[in-house]
């Protein structure tokens, strides 16, 4: 059975900082490219940050969180990572984690991330 369960998502003030976690099973995770998306209220789901598979050496970032987060594997432990810093009330979403292949595309439950003072 194929899970992604985010978590480490809450309420932060403007400037604080956030780490995600993303824990997959179910599936070869090494394999896949692992996406952290996010959605705000009204708006359409957008890309965060990608990281490719096996050793993660490759990394793109939204234009609008470079500089702030980073995205990290550990392969060991199947999980991925979003590091938020800076954060800025445009950062208020639910974010999603999505584990990807040429013919697989799994996504998580979302976690909430408001940033607010």
């Known amino acids: 059975q194929v899970q992604l369960v985010e978590s480490g998502g809450g309420l932060v003030q403007p400037g604080g900082s956030l780490r995600l976690s993303c824990a997959a099973s179910g599936f070869t995770f090494s394999r896949y490219v692992m996406t952290w998306y996010r959605q705000a209220a009204g708006k359409e789901r957008e890309l965060v940050a990608r990281i490719t598979s096996s050793t993660g050496s490759n990394t793109n970032y939204a234009d609008s969180v470079k500089g702030r987060f980073t995205i990290s594997r550990d392969n060991a432990k199947n999980t991925v990572y979003l590091q938020m810093n800076s954060l800025k009330p445009e950062d208020t979403a639910v974010y999603y984690c999505?584990?990807?292949?040429?013919?697989?595309?799994?996504w998580g439950q979302g976690t909430q991330v408001t940033v607010s003072s």
């Open positions: 999505n584990a990807q292949t040429l013919k697989y595309n799994y």
